[in-house]
Nanobody, 126 residues
């Protein structure tokens, strides 16, 4: 699976932004999808994950209630809708994928994922 993240940019605090992660390969529909982010000088951190049947989602506490993860298996694309953005959301955002058997599986650990996109920069000004 090859992943291509897009949609980043420079926005003001309180704005919204939607990231996309386009995947190639036939196994996307059976992959857990995740979003992670890495700010300068910090470790990569979990943001959100969605099961391959889209019935189960998981969020980091720092983004819960503001971000929404979604997917469209027909389009081989995952999304991260980011609302009420804060300066502390500034980071490079990465999408990741892991083929799994369980339709409700979500994953929070970066090491659990097999495939990664190249990252897209999100900058939130105050």
């Amino acid at each position: 699976v090859q992943l291509q993240a897009s949609g980043g940019g420079l926005v003001q605090a309180g704005d919204s932004l939607r990231l996309s992660c386009a995947a190639s390969g036939r196994t996307f529909s059976k992959c857990v999808m995740g979003w992670f982010r890495q700010a300068p000088g910090k470790e990569r951190e979990f943001v959100a994950s969605i099961s391959w049947n889209a019935d189960n989602t998981d969020y980091a506490s720092s983004v819960k209630g503001r971000f929404i993860i979604a997917r469209d298996n027909a389009k081989n694309t995952a999304y991260l809708q980011m609302n009420s953005l804060k300066p502390e959301d500034t980071a490079v955002y990465y999408c990741a994928a892991k083929p799994v058997d369980g339709p409700y599986t979500v994953l929070e650990l970066a090491n659990d994922y097999d495939y990664w996109g190249q990252g897209t920069q999100v900058t939130v000004s105050s």
